[in-house]
C-alpha cells in the first residue's frame, strides 16, 4: 500500500522533531518516520555517566526550554530522552516509531519512500538519520591481530563493565586503552579514571586540546552563529567551534584531568595480540580498547539518488541537496548548517528546510 503525503522526514531523534515542528508551523502535511521503537534518538543509548556541555536552558529545541535538571547544571542523557519524549508527545509530531527506511527515490515529480512497513509518497523529503549508526574504527596496523576486547563510544556504558574480579592489586587490574581526543574519549577516559577499577592509558592523535575550564557549549554555539553571520555577510570564515578547541572541560574531565589521571599519550604505531606498540618500541598490555573515534553519516537509504558526494558526503546549499532540491539534510554536522548537530543549533537550520519546501510546494 502506499501513503501519501506532503513531507516524510526519516528519523525520528533531535533533528526529525525540530524538523517536525517548523513543518507544523508552515502548515504543511507530513509524517516522521523512525526506526527507533522508542522516543529520544540517539541519547537513549549513550553511556551512563555522560554530560551535556552545555546547562539545560541552552540545550533546547525549538518552542519549548529544556527544563533544568535537578541537581546539576548539565544534564545527563537520560534528562535528553525525557525532553525529547515529551517533546515529541507536546506538539503531537506524527512519529512513526520502529519504522525504518530502506531508500528514497525519484519518482515522476516525488520522491518514493520504501520502509519495513510499506511505501510513501511525497513532494519533499528531510532526511535526519544522524551519525549514531555508523561509528567509524580507523585503520590501525595490527588491529584484527589484537584478542582482547575492541569497542566503541557506541558500546561503552560504563567503569563496571571494566572492573576486573575484586580487588586486584594494581598490576592485576584490567588494563583499557582510550582512543581518541575528542569529547567523548575525554570523558571515557575520565569516567574509567576517577572509578579507578582500570587501569586506563588514553591515547590521543595530537595533544588534547581543553577549552577554557569557563566555556562550555554556549561559547561553542556564540562561535557558531558568528561564524554563520560571517559567512552570510561575505566577511570570510572566522573559524568553527574547533578553532576553540576539542573538549569542553565538564566536571568529571576536570576532576580526573586536576588529579592528573587524565594525561594522554600520542597514537601507538600498532596493535599486537596483547595490546600497543609506539614507534618508539615501548608496549602496553591492554584487556580492552575503547575506540572514540567518530562516526560517518547514516545516509544508505539515500543511494538510489546518487548523490554521494566526497567523504560520503551529499553537497548541499544549506540544508538543500545540490543534486535534488527535493531533498534537505539536518543534523550530521557542520555540512547542514553551522551547530546543526547539536539540541540548540538545530532549530535554524530546521526553521530554514521547512521555508524552503513551503516555498517549493507553493510554486
Ligand atoms: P540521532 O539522535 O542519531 O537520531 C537519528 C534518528 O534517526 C534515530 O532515532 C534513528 O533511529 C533514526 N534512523 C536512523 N536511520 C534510519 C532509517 N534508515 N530509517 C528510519 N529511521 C532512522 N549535542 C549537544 O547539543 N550537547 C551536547 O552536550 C552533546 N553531547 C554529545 C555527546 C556525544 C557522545 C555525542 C555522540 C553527541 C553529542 N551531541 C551533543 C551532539 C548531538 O546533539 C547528537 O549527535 C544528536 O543526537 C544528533 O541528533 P540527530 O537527531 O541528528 O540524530
Known amino acids: 500500500m502506499t501513503r501519501h503525503t506532503d513531507v516524510v522526514v526519516v528519523g525520528g531523534g533531535q533533528a526529525g522533531l525540530a524538523a517536525g515542528y517548523h513543518l507544523r508551523r508552515q502548515g504543511l502535511d507530513f509524517v516522521v518516520l523512525d526506526a527507533d521503537p522508542a522516543p529520544g534518538g540517539s541519547w537513549q543509548y549513550m553511556w551512563d ?44 509530531l506524527p512519529v512513526q516509531h520502529g519504522t525504518r527506511v530502506d531508500a528514497v527515490r525519484r519518482d515522476g515529480g516525488g520522491l518514493v519512500t520504501e520502509t519495513d512497513d510499506g511505501t510513501w509518497r511525497a513532494r519533499a523529503v528531510i532526511s535526519t538519520t544522524g551519525t ?34 575484586g580487588d586486584l592489586p594494581a598490576g592485576d587490574r584490567r588494563s583499557v586503552i582510550v582512543v581518541g581526543g575528542g569529547n567523548s574519549g575525554a570523558q571515557i577516559a575520565a569516567d574509567l579514571a576517577l572509578d579507578g577499577n582500570a587501569e586506563v592509558t588514553w591515547v ?8 577554557p575550564d569557563d566555556i562550555d557549549g554556549r561559547a561553542l554555539f556564540d562561535v557558531a552563529t558568528a561564524r554563520r553571520r560571517a559567512l552570510e555577510q561575505g566577511d570570510g570564515d572566522t573559524g568553527g567551534v574547533a578553532s576553540l578547541g ?9 576532576a580526573a584531568r586536576d588529579a592528573g589521571r587524565l594525561s594522554a599519550k600520542p597514537m601507538f604505531a600498532r596493535l599486537t ?15 580492552a580498547i575503547v575506540w572514540c573515534t567518530g562516526f560517518r553519516p547514516a545516509l544508505a537509504h539515500l543511494a538510489p ?41 538545530v532549530g535554524r537550520p530546521a526553521r530554514d528546510a521547512a521555508r524552503d519546501i513551503a516555498r517549493l510546494l507553493g510554486d
Open 49 to 92: 555517566s555522560l554530560r551535556l556541555f552545555s546547562p539545560a536552558e541552552h540545550s533546547s529545541l525549538p518552542g519549548r526550554l529544556m527544563p533544568a535538571q535537578p541537581g546539576g547544571t548539565c544534564p545527563g542523557a537520560g534528562h535528553v530522552v525525557a525532553y525529547l519524549s515529551d517533546y515529541e508527545k507536546r506538539y503531537g
Open 132 to 165: 549514531w549508526s555508523r561509528p567509524f574504527v580507523p585503520a590501525v596496523p595490527g588491529r584484527g591481530l589484537f584478542t582482547g576486547r575492541q569497542l566503541h563510544t557506541v558500546n561503552y556504558r560504563c567503569p563496571a563493565d571494566f572492573a576486573g574480579p
Open 204 to 211: 590521543t592523535r595530537r595533544p588534547p586540546r581543553f577549552l
Open 246 to 254: 576539542d573538549i569542553v572541560a565538564v566536571p568529571p574531565v576536570r
Open 273 to 287: 595480540a596483547t595490546g600497543a606498540r609506539w614507534a618508539d618500541g615501548s608496549h602496553i598490555r591492554a584487556d
Open 305 to 345: 539518488l546518487g548523490l554521494r558526494g566526497p567523504r560520503g558526503h551529499i553537497a548541499t546549499d544549506g540544508t538543500r541537496a545540490l543534486g535534488e532540491p527535493r531533498l534537505h539534510l539536518l543534523g550530521y554536522g557542520d555540512w547542514t548548517g553551522p551547530a546543526s548537530a547539536t539540541l540548540i543549533g
